[in-house]
């Protein structure tokens, strides 16, 4: 079962635009998220995050939006920039877990940014 | 600060061979976290120590995988007689709080 879902596999933005990922998840356990992004050849680079207490998170370009009622968290990237293009995955942590730090992926969104 | 290192980057073996992977975590990290990535998927969790101690397998972890992490600093993962299910990505991360997890580059294991 997939309790964590990226249900859009690709997204392409002109550069200078909005990039909008899209999560959504079903336990409503998950008291913590994450976002990170990910180049060919490297591990996955830990972006932003937010608490299941918050539903806003912001830094520089990034913005986490959570909402709780819908199971439903987002990624506003702005403004867009070509050094964005990576693959971006969700996470989650818990519910399994939470204690020591889980994390349950989605299945990730390759962001493409064009100059 | 290093990152976390992995190593062998890629390694190629044959169906029924066993394979051991090498993590190397930020220094000072007591977390210890191994993933696994397959094509168009993202990580899955496999297991956790603190420390030396492994608090926690998945069970995607069949009895032919076996990590350890016997002085609380690097960590190894074996999986003997290797199937062509097993190539993946592996990935390793390691933290000190319970909220951050800092992965290596990987070790894509291809079984022939």
């Known amino acids: 079962d997939q309790q964590v879902k990226q249900n859009s596999p690709s997204l392409s933005v002109q550069e200078g635009r909005i990039s909008i990922l899209n999560c959504d998840y079903t336990?409503?356990?998950?008291?913590?998220f994450l976002w990170y992004k990910k180049y060919p050849a490297e591990g996955p680079t830990f972006l932003i995050s937010i608490s299941s207490i918050k539903d806003k998170n912001e830094d520089g370009r990034f913005t986490v939006f959570l909402n709780k009622s819908a199971k439903h968290l987002s990624l506003h990237i702005v403004p867009s920039q070509p050094g964005d293009s990576a693959v971006y995955f969700c996470a989650a942590k818990g519910p399994q877990g939470a204690s020591y730090g889980k994390l349950t992926f989605g299945q990730g969104t390759i962001l493409t940014v064009h100059p | 600060d290093t990152g976390v290192s992995q190593n062998p980057r890629h390694k190629i073996t044959k169906r029924g061979q066993n394979v051991t992977f090498r993590c190397d975590p930020i220094?000072?990290?007591?977390?210890l976290y191994w993933y696994r990535q397959t094509l168009g998927q993202g990580p899955e969790f496999l297991t956790y120590f603190q420390n030396e101690a492994q608090l926690e397998k998945s069970r995607l972890l069949s009895d032919r995988f076996s990590a350890e992490r016997p002085k609380g600093s690097f960590s190894t993962l074996e999986i003997q007689r290797t199937e062509q299910g097993d190539s993946a990505m592996y990935l390793c991360a390691s933290g000190r709080e319970v909220d951050e997890q800092f992965f290596g580059p990987g070790t894509r294991l291809t079984v022939l």
């Open positions: 336990n409503s356990m998950f008291d913590y």
């Open positions: 220094s000072e990290h007591n977390r």
